[in-house]
């Protein structure tokens, strides 16, 4: 089993482990306050343990930090700072706004890495009890007299790169734009979890998609509103409709463009669709057109991040 990215001595925990939390990647792009804390009587350990039993800790990492060009990553462990990730992270603002025509951004997200998904959890079900298990979270906390307060909240898996990625995409957009819709929040994040070589494509997403059923639905994508409405199948048709629209004709991925313009001044500027079908007359027919011809771009080796240790 491969050795996670970034630290040079973690032995990979148990698969049993991973099966316990295989949900989804990906994540809302929450603007929210932190949720109470589990009550006491739920956070002490049971009246049959021991009475010297020390109270488990659910504070987040911060025993040392390692900066980035535009996040700051807080950890209680060694790292190898000349990881290769390191590197593609310190890279993806340019693949993200270049592609997306949108102006940069002087934010810093905070980034919380946990050593392990056992630690992880507890903390997320102490500090916001209310969201569906994920294996990483962008949360936006409103901040009293300024911008957001950008977070993102994972741990030491062998998923870390593209969790990262994804939850850093959040951030790149909540960062310059008013709101994201739910279902263009979640296309983008999973166009650009992949290293650029991928050209946005995911190749478990379309296999998925090619072997059916699927009937898109934008207009119901569309409006979904909470974050526990968008589940695999909804991952994969965002995924679609936003590699549809970049990497097809001008005029779909002017209205994407178009759209991400009017995000920047107005949360709600009104259903994508609509103005999709200006440029697409048939968009359903479009998208399974474009699935079924795009090419999964031929695989690289592993770098060293990724290398079994």
Request: proline share 11%; glycine share 4%.
């Amino acid at each position: 089993m491969p050795v996670s990215p970034l630290r040079s001595s973690l032995v990979v925990r148990s698969a049993v482990l991973a099966a316990l939390f295989s949900a989804l990647a990906g994540c809302e792009a929450l603007r929210t306050n932190p949720m109470t804390a589990l009550p006491r009587s739920e956070e002490a350990p049971p009246p049959s343990a021991p009475a010297a039993t020390a109270p488990v800790s659910t504070a987040p990492p911060g025993k040392k930090h390692t900066r980035g060009s535009y996040y700051v990553l807080y950890h209680d462990f060694e790292i190898d700072k000349t990881d290769p990730l390191f590197t593609e992270l310190d890279a993806l603002p340019e693949q993200v706004f270049s592609e997306l025509r949108l102006p940069p951004s002087n934010s810093i997200v905070q980034v919380f890495l946990f050593d392990t998904q056992e630690r992880y959890e507890r903390y997320m079900r102490a500090k916001y009890r209310n969201l569906p298990p994920r294996r990483a979270y962008f949360i936006a906390e409103p901040r009293t007299g300024g911008a957001d307060e950008l977070k993102i909240f994972t741990w030491l898996g062998d998923h870390l790169s593209t969790d990262l990625r994804h939850e850093l995409t959040h951030a790149l957009l909540r960062s310059v734009l008013k709101d994201v819709p739910l279902w263009l929040d979640e296309g983008l994040a999973g166009f650009f979890e992949l290293p650029p070589h991928q050209d946005g494509v995911n190749p478990q997403h379309l296999d998925t998609l090619r072997r059916g059923p699927f009937q898109p639905d934008l207009a119901r994508l569309e409006k979904l509103k909470d974050v526990v409405e968008m589940q695999k199948p909804e991952y994969r048709e965002a995924w679609a409709w936003v590699h549809l629209m970049l990497r097809t004709g001008p005029g779909a991925k002017k209205v994407l463009h178009d759209y991400l313009q009017a995000l920047r001044t107005d949360p709600n500027p009104g259903p994508l669709l609509p103005k999709l079908r200006e440029a697409v007359p048939e968009p359903d027919q479009a998208l399974a057109d474009h699935l079924a011809t795009v090419e999964v771009p031929k695989s690289r080796p592993r770098s060293r991040a990724n290398a079994p240790k």
